[in-house]
C-alpha cells in the first residue's frame, strides 16, 4: 500500500469515528431556543451552545432563557468547568463582558443535580440560582453584576427580535445577553458521541423553577405515549 493510500484510511477511520453534533429545539408559544451538543476537535471537550430563537419582543423576565437541564445515558463523566463566552454575533444589553466575550462569573454549571433538580436531570448550566446553583458552580471568569453568584435574570438570553426599550422594571437596564452563549466542559470521556448520549434536554426561562420550562419535542413525545399507554390501560381496566 502506498503513502498515499494509507494517509486516505487513516483519513476515513478519523472521519468515520468523528462525534456527531446533537442539536435539540424547543417551541412554546412565543419562546422558542435551541441547544447544540458537540465535541472539540480533540474529543475531550464537551461544547454547548445556547440560543434563545424567538423572534417575539421579550417584556417580562419569564421570557428570558436562563437555564438548560439535561441527561447523559450510559457512564456518567465527571465534566469540569472550560469556559462560557458569547456566541458570534452575540451581544450584552446594558452590560459588558470580559475581553473575548467571556461571560463566565455570570453562568453556573453542576453535573450532580439528579433528583435535587425539579427537572430531574443530572446536569446543569444556568445564569440564575434557581435554587441550585451558587458561587462554586461559576465559570471561570469575573463578576460582571453583582452578587458573585449566579443571580436573578442578569446576563440571562433574551431573544433575538427583543427591543431592549420596552419591558416592566424587572428588566429595563438589567444586562441580558442576546441571543447565543458557548459553554465548554472538560473530561469527556474517549469516544463520546452527542448524537447518541445526551438525552432528555430541558430549557428553563425566568428565575424560578416555576417559570416556564420546555422539554425539547423528544422528550414531550415519550410524555405523549406514556400518557396514551395509562389511558389504554385505564380503559381496558
Known sequence: ?????????????SASA?????SFPALFGNLSALATFD?????????????NTSAADVTVSSQI?????????????????????LASGSTVIDGVTDPGGVVGGE?????????????????????????????PDLFPGTDLDPPVSPDGVNYGITSAG??????????????LIQNSVVFTLGGLPPGFDPLTSIKNVVFQYGTNLSDTRIPEPG???LLGCGLLLVRRARRRA
Not at 1 to 13: E, W
Not at 66 to 80: C, E, Q, Y
Not at 109 to 120: A, C, E, F, I, V
Not at 164 to 174: E, I, Q, V
Open 39 to 51: 465535541t472539540d476537535v480533540t474529543g475531550t471537550q464537551l461544547i454547548v451552545t445556547l440560543t
Open 1 to 13: 500500500m502506498t503513502l498515499r493510500a494509507v494517509a486516505a484510511a487513516v483519513l476515513a477511520v
Open 162 to 175: 427583543d427591543d431592549p426599550s420596552t419591558g416592566n422594571g424587572g428588566l429595563l437596564g438589567k444586562p
Open 219 to 221: 422528550t414531550l413525545a
Open 18 to 22: 468523528e462525534a456527531a453534533p446533537a
Open 65 to 85: 432563557l436562563t437555564a438548560v437541564f439535561w441527561d447523559i445515558m450510559g457512564s456518567t463523566p465527571s465534566l469540569t468547568r472550560v469556559s462560557a463566552m
Open 107 to 135: 453562568w453556573a454549571y453542576r453535573g450532580d443535580l439528579n433528583s435535587n433538580s425539579p427537572p430531574n436531570r443530572q446536569f446543569g448550566i444556568s445564569s440564575s440560582g434557581l435554587n441550585l446553583f451558587g458561587p
